[in-house]
C-alpha cells in the first residue's frame, strides 16, 4: 500500500480546537468506486491549507494488529515527510492509539569520523546489531533538527564521542528498503580528538577504528565505499592530511 495513490475528499482538520493553529492533519475519505478501498477513511498530512479534495500518496501506515486497525496516512504527490513529523501530528489527535508506523520515506545523518595518532589516520566504523554490517555512526532524523544536529547527536549516542563537523563536505546516498521505503543517508566528514569510545550497547554491537585499506576491506555496500572515496579525495584537496 505504501506509495499508492489515491484521490481523497478532505472531511475536516483531524485535530481538536486545542491544536487548530497547528502544521495541518486532516481527516478524509478515498474516493474511488471501482477501489475497495472507496471510502476508507484516512488521514491526509500537508503543510498547506486543503478544503477540497487532492490526489495523495499513501506515505505511512499507522498499524495496531491487523486488518481494520490499519489506518493510511497520505501526503499531496511528489511531497516529503518523515516519521518524526508524522508521529508529531499523530500525537495530536485526541484518544491516539498506539501504532506501529511504516513510512515511505526515511532520512538519517551521520558522518565519517576520524582521527590522527603519530602521523596516522585511522576511521571509525561501528558494526550494527539489527544489520550486523559495517558502518559510519549515523541515525534518524528527530523534528526540527538539521541535519548536522542529528549527526552529531547520533555520534554520540552510538559512540559517546563529541565530534568536530568539517564544513564543505555533504554527501548523500538514496536506496530502498525491503522493495518500499525509500531511505535518504546523509553523511558529513568529522573528527575526534580521542580514540576513546563507548557504544550505545542496544543499537552497536562492536567498533573499529580502521586504517583507510583496512575500511576498503571491511565495508561491504557500494554506498558507503563511494562516500568514503569521495571523503578520502576532500581530504586530499583540502590538504586535511596527518600531522606527525
Not at 122 to 148: A, C, M, Q, R, S
Request: some cysteine.
Amino acid at each position: 500500500m505504501l506509495g499508492k495513490n489515491f484521490k481523497v475528499v478532505i472531511d475536516g482538520s483531524a485535530y481538536s480546537e486545542k491544536f487548530r493553529f497547528y502544521a495541518p492533519l486532516y481527516n478524509a475519505h478515498i474516493i474511488d468506486p471501482l477501489n475497495r478501498s472507496h471510502n476508507k477513511k484516512v488521514y491526509v498530512i500537508s503543510n498547506k491549507q486543503l478544503d477540497t479534495s487532492i490526489t495523495g500518496t499513501v506515505i505511512a501506515i499507522a498499524n495496531k494488529g491487523m486488518g481494520p486497525r490499519e489506518q493510511l496516512i497520505l501526503a499531496p504527490q511528489d511531497t516529503i515527510y518523515y516519521s518524526p513529523e508524522i508521529r508529531s501530528r499523530l500525537s495530536r489527535i485526541r484518544n491516539q492509539d498506539t501504532y506501529k508506523l511504516s513510512c515511505l520515506y526515511e532520512k538519517s545523518c551521520g558522518a565519517v569520523i576520524f582521527h590522527d595518532c603519530d602521523g596516522e589516520r585511522y576511521f571509525l566504523l561501528v558494526k550494527n546489531k539489527n544489520g550486523l554490517h559495517w558502518g559510519f555512526p549515523k541515525g534518524h532524523i528527530e523534528v526540527g533538527e538539521t541535519e548536522e544536529q542529528t549527526a552529531l547527536r547520533e555520534i554520540k549516542e552510538e559512540t559517546d564521542l563529541d565530534v568536530t563537523i568539517l564544513d564543505g563536505f555533504r554527501k548523500t546516498s538514496i536506496y530502498r528498503l525491503f522493495g518500499k521505503t525509500k531511505k535518504k543517508v546523509v553523511i558529513f566528514i568529522a573528527k575526534s580528538e580521542t580514540q576513546k569510545v563507548k557504544v550505545q550497547n542496544s543499537e552497536i554491537e562492536t567498533f573499529k577504528w580502521a586504517t583507510k585499506e583496512d575500511v576498503y576491506n571491511i565495508l561491504r555496500y557500494r554506498n558507503d565505499l563511494r562516500i568514503f572515496e569521495s571523503a578520502l579525495r576532500w581530504l586530499k584537496k583540502t590538504n586535511n592530511t596527518p600531522q606527525k
